[in-house]
């Protein structure tokens, strides 16, 4: 914890250096009451966007890794070969589930607190809009060179820095205290959902924090779920480029949504078939992990 909030002021701080010496004012004003139509207002956004995200997710797992684990590389298999069978598999596997993911999307979407806690849901679906409304910002703008800074923003930096949080340094402590590697799995998809505070995205959001777990668990190797996370991310920041320019009419919360329920049902049963094809592989190549 102690490096975790080393990080988030250091990348604060940083974010704010950085945003001085690029000529930018009324930074903290842009902050707190900003106009997403104002292009430098979404620069600033971008900046501390990537510095207090590296700050919290990379700067405080790794220097735990490197301080406290004895052999970090290879705990987290990151000598494996990033390009095994398995990772050809995890392409499929992440467009398969798409369905399957979105359709309890709407099932978290229909529910409900009860009535004496109607003030915590209006609250829940207001930070959802705003996040959605800064989210939108950045997915709106329209150049290859914004679509390749998302990519890193939206897409590589989560990837690699979520994991190593969630599926790296937290998932080694909580293994270590509970001796379970399950409960640790569930423990971690429940905290990776949560930390993003979108209460109508958390089933979907936990799931898809399980399937990663169980990749790196499978796999035995971090990559694998960096791999899945940058996919399921960079798909759609694309999807949402070409929504935002005029050459798709499927935005990137829609894609991959389909009505047909028996469709849904089959996009899960063959996602767990391929999550079962992966253990598979993993354990006659490598033995168990």
């Known amino acids: 914890m102690v490096l975790i909030v080393f990080g988030y ?15 930018y004012d009324h930074i903290i004003e842009r902050l707190t ?28 797992p790794v220097l735990y890794l490197l301080l406290v684990e004895e052999n970090p590389v290879q705990k987290l298999g990151l000598n494996q070969n990033p390009f095994r069978f398995s990772y050809l598999v ?9 369905p399957g993911i979105n359709f309890t999307h709407t099932l ?5 607190l009860p009535n004496w806690l109607s003030g915590v849901e209006k609250w829940m679906q207001e930070k959802e809009d705003s996040a959605k409304y800064l989210t939108d910002a950045f997915l709106s703008m329209k150049s290859y060179k914004d679509l390749a800074i998302n990519l890193v923003m939206f897409g590589f930096l989560p990837a690699l820095g979520e994991e190593l949080f969630f599926r790296g340094a937290l998932f080694s402590i909580i293994k270590d205290w509970t001796g379970k590697k399950h409960l640790t799995i569930f423990i971690t998809a429940f905290l990776f959902s949560a930390i993003h505070m979108q209460f109508y995205g958390f089933l979907p959001r936990f799931l898809l924090g399980m399937g990663f777990g169980y990749l790196f668990v499978f796999t035995g190797s971090i990559w694998a779920p960096i791999w899945a996370h940058f996919l399921n991310n960079a798909l759609a920041v694309i999807v949402a480029f070409f929504f935002f320019q005029g050459k798709s009419a499927v935005n990137q919360d829609d894609f991959g949504s389909l009505d047909n329920f028996w469709l849904n049902l089959l996009s899960i049963a063959s996602t767990l078939s391929l999550f079962w094809v992966i253990y598979r592989v993993r354990w006659s190549k490598n033995g168990a992990p």
């Open 90 to 98: 995890i392409v499929v596997l992440m467009l398969v589930c798409l």
């Open 108 to 112: 978290n979407e229909a529910v409900h």
């Open 33 to 60: 009451n900003p106009n997403l139509k104002d292009i430098d207002t979404i620069n600033i956004y971008r900046i501390f966007q990537i510095a207090v995200h590296m700050g919290l997710f990379l700067v405080g």
């Open 9 to 23: 002021l250091f990348a604060s701080f940083a974010a704010l250096a950085i945003t001085k010496l690029a000529g």
